[in-house]
């Protein structure tokens, strides 16, 4: 399956565990400008990842959204203060069903195009239930993301194993990754 070469990538931090508004730019990572009333609206960490992928292919720019965190409002709210736009997103991709990669799935999707659907490409997998077992014995559950609420907000569910190309083929989704 050949992986076409794109012209350049930009990778947005949109939810991440920590935030540092103070560390400094580097060659290859450019920290957002404060701006003076920076703590009027300041970024949101948690237990949780996403990520904004602007490529540049032949001309063209694309965004693709890589998870959704885990709190609804996170991610949007990131967005927002790093003045974000995701009007434009084209993909989703959920890396795997877990809550805290998945969570802000309904809410980010107010923020891309709603006349449109938009493809959520992810594991079949991604839909179990799951829980953790912790040390003293007690069991938490893990919710997984509903199918049916996706669809209604205008999400194209597109369930995948195996690997598959995407955006003229630019991205490479790698499918389920065997355990070790």
């Known amino acids: ?105 309904l809410n980010i999707r107010k923020k891309m195009n709603t006349r449109q659907r938009i493809p959520l490409v992810l594991h079949e997998d991604a839909f179990r239930n799951r829980m953790v077992k912790l040390q003293d014995g007690r069991t938490i559950s893990l919710p997984a993301p509903n199918k049916s609420f996706l669809t209604k907000a205008g999400y194209e569910i597109i369930e995948k194993h195996s690997q598959s190309l995407w955006i003229d083929d630019g991205i490479l989704v790698t499918g389920e990754i065997p355990r070790t």
């Open 1 to 105: 399956m050949p992986l076409r070469e794109v012209d350049k990538v930009e990778v947005t931090c949109l939810v991440d565990n920590n935030v540092d508004v103070l560390l400094p730019n580097t060659e290859v990572a450019h920290r957002p400008f404060l701006a003076k009333n920076w703590y009027e609206r300041p970024l949101i960490a948690e237990h949780g990842f996403s990520a904004a992928v602007t490529l540049e292919l032949g001309g063209r720019k694309h965004r693709v959204l890589l998870d959704s965190g885990l709190d609804p409002l996170a991610a949007p709210h990131n967005a927002d203060a790093l003045d974000f736009d995701l009007s434009n997103c084209e993909l989703v991709i959920s890396s795997h069903g877990h809550i805290d990669h998945a969570g802000g799935l």
